[in-house]
């Protein structure tokens, strides 16, 4: 029946779709989703084994059916324990992708009223070929062009205590420390520092500034760290890259560094952009 409609019908998608907030992660969801699957049956068919083998062995003497059981059980056992730690394994991944793309979704909707100031927003930017050109797996969240600039934006989402504070910090804040970009250092209510964040986003901005410059753009790319559901203390917070998602629209053009762009270079760099970021295939 649907094989039949298909040759009367088509797909009303005349181009491919731009990418969603998240679309990595998604990917990475369904790919777990299905391995879980996979395994539980694995699972499961391990627990059944011992006594389908018992059921098909009972017209021989006991002491074979025995042996027979016990060899069962414990090859039965191995593969129980090995499955229950892939999977295991993969429900916290599978915790950790949905938390990050809940966040990235959370961050792109913020990032939705820059829309009336002038801005593009693109989301999920794969980032597949450095200079030189070796192969690279790694994206950018969001990136924003408009008047004041060409901000890339990774998104953190990051749990919060359920338990005091081990310092003067409330469990929703973060505190910035440190005085530029390059030099920002994060300390979190448990105690934990952090510096990794503001230097990934660094490098995805300087990634992001080479790949425009080779179609002539020639521009600083500002890098940004987002925490959505999180409060950022800083003096500092129009020079440092660390940032809450909540009103992040408001803030954002006040966050641009380098010259003012034209509307004729943010279409350009956002031409570029979309036509990068366009690249899922509609459903047939």
Not at 6 to 23: A, I, V
Request: with cysteine; glycine share 6%; aromatic share 6%.
């Amino acid at each position: 029946m649907l094989k039949k409609e298909r040759e009367f019908t088509r797909s009303p998608f005349s181009e491919k779709l731009l990418r969603p907030p998240g679309e990595s992660l998604r990917i990475k969801i369904d790919g777990i989703r299905d391995e879980i699957h996979d395994l539980s049956v694995t699972f499961i068919l391990s627990i059944l084994s011992p006594g389908i083998i018992c059921l098909s062995v009972s017209h021989l003497p006991v002491v074979h059916v025995i042996i027979l059981i016990v060899i069962a059980c414990c090859i039965s056992s191995f593969f129980l324990r090995r499955t229950w730690k892939k999977l295991t394994i993969l429900r916290n991944d599978l915790i950790n992708y949905r938390l990050g793309f809940d966040g990235e979704r959370c961050v792109a909707a913020e990032l939705a009223p820059l829309a009336t100031k002038g801005y593009h927003i693109f989301h999920d930017f794969v980032y597949d070929m450095r200079p030189g050109g070796d192969e690279t797996n790694f994206n950018i969240d969001h990136i924003a062009v408009g008047p004041e600039g060409v901000f890339a934006i990774e998104t953190k989402a990051k749990r919060k205590l359920t338990k005091s504070p081990v310092n003067e910090l409330q469990p929703h804040e973060i505190t910035v420390e440190g005085t530029s970009v390059e030099n920002t250092t994060l300390r979190f209510p448990d105690g934990s520092t952090d510096n990794k964040p503001i230097a990934q986003a660094i490098r995805q901005a300087e990634s992001l500034q080479r790949w425009l410059s080779k179609s002539g753009i020639t521009l600083e790319v500002r890098p940004l760290v987002v925490f959505p559901g999180w409060l950022i203390k800083s003096p500092h917070w129009k020079n440092l890259g660390v940032q809450s998602a909540k009103n992040i629209a408001s803030r954002l053009p006040d966050l641009g560094r380098g010259r003012r762009l034209s509307t004729q270079e943010v279409q350009q760099i956002a031409a570029r952009l979309e036509d990068k970021c366009r690249n899922l295939e509609g459903a047939k």
